[in-house]
């Protein structure tokens, strides 16, 4: 865990750590950061044993707004680089940070490289939808990308929807506009027939920006810059919802009243959409698991991040991904 | 208005310039589609007298699946066509459409033309914020934009925001995402530079997806492959929302109870979010007034549209979009 990253830094990620500790005993956390401020917050909690909770000191930090190249280049003792040499090194088997997105992905792919047949890392996260989930990808790390990235993409995305959820044969869409003239750029097409024509992928065709929360497909593939957009643009709508929501029932006694009866009943909507439950990112396609937390995460959604990164240990998802990586290349390799 | 066009056709389209017609005492509609099917729907109204509301009959109509050039080049005697044509012809101010978005695109570029120092029209429509609307472009019309056509889109969105909302100098901004490496591609950076040295116009920087909703600006510009899967994705963030309100609404008695008593703040959000109250998107940039109705828009949505046409007619868009594109260029000329 790089302990300093986020907005919160320590307060946040070192009682995130004792919680996953508590619920998870086969889960051990190295945290990396300053060893006085973790300390200090460690302090507050009963202890653990060295071999599940251990400090190693960073004396560096990379800033929210830093450059990732600059970070890259000049913060080599920062938590979040050591966190991933740890990972690099085998001394850890996943990093989790809130940190800089940037930074931690131009920095994990420079220590621990990318799966052979995978051209970039790309950012995945799991959506809610009526029925379930759909894992989305990318959401930020590619603004322009190859038909041959969307490709990757859908194969690493699978895997994870397999993995995680047991779904024998994940539902991939690609994400496009419904405009039949003006339907996708060339690379989107492109990217359709490749996905189309391999039988280890089960390809469903276009889906459109609705369809992220529709329950269609369960793997949905994009470039990063339309996928954080997409990402941001319904955030923004569900917390305009939110506003909204409650001015209406603090106006009037009529709706407060309404507003106390409704109380379970928002609470579980509340509840089941809460975007700390479904925080933490897979930086998908690196030689090792790094989880993204989202920079404002609470303990709670940090903690969710932490076990996000204990399940993808379990399932060994890098080992997945390159085992599929082969076997669908060596399927591709009949078409060139 | 093309009556035949959307999912409902006549149904839809002729109850709506009805109540237009009563709400809007300046108004005068022609109702272009099959003379039959039109005339039983007006049937069911009182009569208007004819220079308020005529039919012209027009034998054919565009499929709503069909594709663009196809409709473009064998469908000459539908709807649409005519109605565009009746533009072109100025014998009306205005035309407005429920019918297949690509096909009305191809039409109307192809009959209007573009104004003098427009690449391509774009498609503009107004989303709600937490303090009023902001102005979105492009929605789908181009799927890969140039930096002019960005630095247009900026040009006419500010044109459309001054005249609507009455804004003496509507904040302009560009989307993109957060992440500091991997912010933007090429044509949007390029984009920046233009909008940010123009002094016509107020470009306030980079926003992102949630600020669609946040009321950070006025105008917001983007490709219309972004913008397309942007709107289309809060959209279906709002209806899984929906979704989730009733089923909790409805499953306890306690919960019913609850929503007894918010019907009306839950009735308020509702109206203040209601789609069909923002239905009627702009295609800017034409010469002449185009107005593109949902084709699932029902009676209330569709006089919605036919309302925005009368506005952007009593505003005389085109001729003030050609009047700013002609004094910004002049402006941009000096940095060339």
Redesign the interface.
Known sequence: VDAMGGDHGPIVTVPAAITSLKNHPQLAVVLFGDFDKISAELAKYPPFPKDRLRIEHAPEAVLM?E???QALRFKKKSSMRLAINALKDEQVGACVSAG????L??TARFVLKTIQGIDRPAILSAF???TGVARVLDL?????CTTEQLFQFGVMGSVLATAMDGIVAPRVGL?N?????????KQVKDAAVKLNRNPYINYIGYV???????GKADVIV?D???G??????????????G???RK??S??W??K??????????K??GS??DPRRYNGASLLGLKGIVIKSHGSADKFAFATAIEQALKEIELNIPQRIAERVELIMSEENKYV
């Open positions: 707004d450059h990732p190249k800089n997105t940037g930074a992905m131009a809610p939808t009526k930020g790390a590619n603004v322009d994400l506009i419904g405009e039949e003239e003006i339907k996708g750029n459109e920006g609705s369809d992220i929360y529709s994009c990063g810059f339309v954080n957009i997409a990402l941001k643009a319904s955030e923004g709508m569900a917390k305009m919802i506003y909204y929501i209406a029932f106006e009037t009529y709706a009243l309404g507003a106390f009866f409704s109380y379970r009943a928002l579980k909507i089941t959409l």
